[in-house]
C-alpha cells in the first residue's frame, strides 16, 4: 500500500499509543460491569470515575455534569431532543446554516414535528451576524439555541464567550456543538455560560464509539436513551469503559499537547496553504484565516470537482477531505460552502486540509510535491477553465 499522508484529521484521528495501552486491561483484566454490586465489577467503576474527573477537567466542568455517551452525534441529539421534550410544547429552536449534519438535521427534524426552527445566515467570512442572532432572540417564544464553537470544514471559530451571554441574557438554554475544538484549542466552561455541550471522542485520538453530553448543574431536560440509570439516570445502557478509559487519557493527552497544536501544527498548517496558494493559481481560503482551528484550512480550487481532487490524491497516499465525512457521497455542494456564498466556480472544488499532532513536515512537502500537478491536469480537463 501507498504510503499514507494523512490530512482528515477533522474526520476522525489516529487512536494514540497511550491510549490504547490505557484501554488495554479493561479488555483483558478489568472487564466487568461498573454497574454491579460484585468486588470485580464494581472495582471498575473507580476508573470509570477518574476518566469523568479528566474529561470534566478538559473542559473547566465538574465532574457529575459530564454524561457519557456513544459519539458527538448521539450528544447533540439528546441536547436538543432531550430539552424539547422536557418543554413538552412547541419550541422555537435557534441554529445557525452551518451546523454539522448532526445538529442541522435534527433541527429541520423537529421543525417537521411543528417546532419553530431560526437558522441564522453567515457572511463570505463564515461568521453570523449577532444583530440577527439578537433579532432572533427576542422573537416570540425562543427556548433553545444550538450553535457551534468551531466549525467542521472551514474550522471558524464562532465568539462562543459573547453568543452564551447574549442567550443567556435572554434566559434560554444554550446547546453548542464542541466536537471540533475540543482538545484544539481551550475550553473552560466556568467561565462561559454553556448549559449543554458535546464532545467526540475520535476527535481528539480516542477510539470511535464515544462522546460526552456536558449538562450544566440545574439545566433540564429528559434522557434521550431510556432504561437502566447508569449515568446518574441521564443515559441508559451500560457504560462501555474501555473507551472511557480511553476518553479520559485522550483528555489528559490533549491537555499536554493544547500548545503543540496552537504552535506546531499550526505552523505546518500555514505552511501547506501558502505553498498551496503559491504554486495553484485561482485558489482561494474559504473562512476567516484569522480565527480558526490551528489545524484546519480549507481551499477553494476554481473550475474543478473536489471529488476529482480527492480521487487524485488518493492515487499519491494523501487523504482529505472535501467537506464533513458524516455528508460524503453526496453530489451536492457543501452546505457550509453554500451558506457563505462561495463563488459558483469554486462551490464543488472546495478541499479541507486538517492536521494532527501526529503529522510532519514530510506529510506537508507530499502534498506541495503532488497537489500542483494534479490541479493542472483536471483544469486541461475541465471544461470551465478560461481558455
Known amino acids: 500500500m501507498t504510503q499514507v499522508t494523512y490530512l482528515d484529521n477533522n474526520a476522525t484521528t489516529r487512536v494514540a499509543p497511550e491510549i490504547i495501552e490505557a484501554m488495554e486491561p479493561f479488555f483483558t483484566e478489568f472487564w466487568g460491569n461498573p454497574s454491579s454490586m460484585h468486588t470485580f465489577g464494581g472495582q471498575v467503576k473507580a476508573h470509570v470515575d477518574l476518566a469523568r474527573e479528566k474529561v470534566a477537567a478538559l473542559l473547566g466542568a465538574q465532574a457529575d455534569e459530564i454524561t457519557f455517551t456513544s459519539c458527538g452525534s448521539e450528544s447533540n441529539n439528546a441536547a436538543l431532543r432531550g430539552a424539547v421534550d422536557f418543554y413538552g410544547k412547541p419550541t422555537h429552536i435557534i441554529t445557525t446554516a452551518v451546523e454539522h449534519p448532526a445538529v442541522l438535521s435534527v433541527c429541520r427534524y423537529l421543525k417537521s414535528l411543528g417546532h419553530k426552527v431560526t437558522e441564522l445566515p453567515v457572511d463570505g467570512q463564515g461568521h453570523i451576524d449577532l444583530d440577527k442572532l439578537d433579532h432572533a432572540l427576542e422573537m416570540d417564544g425562543p427556548s433553545i439555541a444550538s450553535i457551534m464553537w468551531a466549525n467542521n470544514e472551514t474550522g471558524v471559530i464562532f465568539p462562543i464567550q459573547d453568543i452564551a451571554e447574549r442567550v443567556k441574557a435572554h434566559g434560554i438554554l444554550f446547546h453548542s456543538d464542541a466536537v471540533q475544538i475540543a482538545g484544539k484549542s481551550p475550553i473552560d466552561l466556568s467561565k462561559t455560560p454553556i448549559d449543554l455541550l458535546s464532545i467526540s471522542g475520535h476527535k481528539l485520538h480516542a477510539p470511535k464509539g464515544i462522546g460526552v453530553l456536558y449538562k450544566r448543574r440545574g439545566t433540564k431536560i429528559n434522557p434521550f436513551i431510556i432504561g437502566g440509570h447508569q ?86 497516499g494523501i487523504c482529505a477531505s472535501s467537506g464533513s465525512a458524516c455528508t460524503s457521497g453526496s453530489l451536492d455542494p457543501s452546505h457550509v460552502m453554500v451558506a457563505m456564498d462561495v463563488h459558483p466556480s469554486a462551490l464543488h472544488g472546495s478541499i479541507r486540509f486538517s492536521l494532527s499532532r501526529y503529522n510532519t513536515d514530510s506529510d506537508v512537502d507530499t502534498v506541495l510535491e503532488n497537489l500542483p500537478g494534479i490541479v493542472t491536469t483536471l483544469r486541461n480537463l475541465s471544461p470551465y477553465t478560461p481558455k
Open 231 to 316: 449515568e446518574s439516570g441521564h443515559r441508559a445502557g451500560t457504560e462501555n469503559t474501555a473507551y472511557i478509559v480511553g476518553l479520559g487519557a485522550a483528555c489528559d493527552l490533549a491537555m499536554k499537547h493544547m500548545d503543540e497544536e496552537q504552535s506546531r501544527v499550526a505552523a505546518m498548517r500555514d505552511r501547506l496553504e501558502a505553498g498551496i496558494l503559491a504554486s495553484c493559481p485561482d485558489t482561494n481560503v474559504n473562512g476567516d484565516p484569522s480565527c480558526r482551528l490551528p489545524n484546519t484550512t480549507n481551499i477553494g480550487f476554481k473550475y474543478i470537482e473536489g471529488e476529482a481532487i480527492l480521487l487524485m490524491m488518493d492515487q499519491y
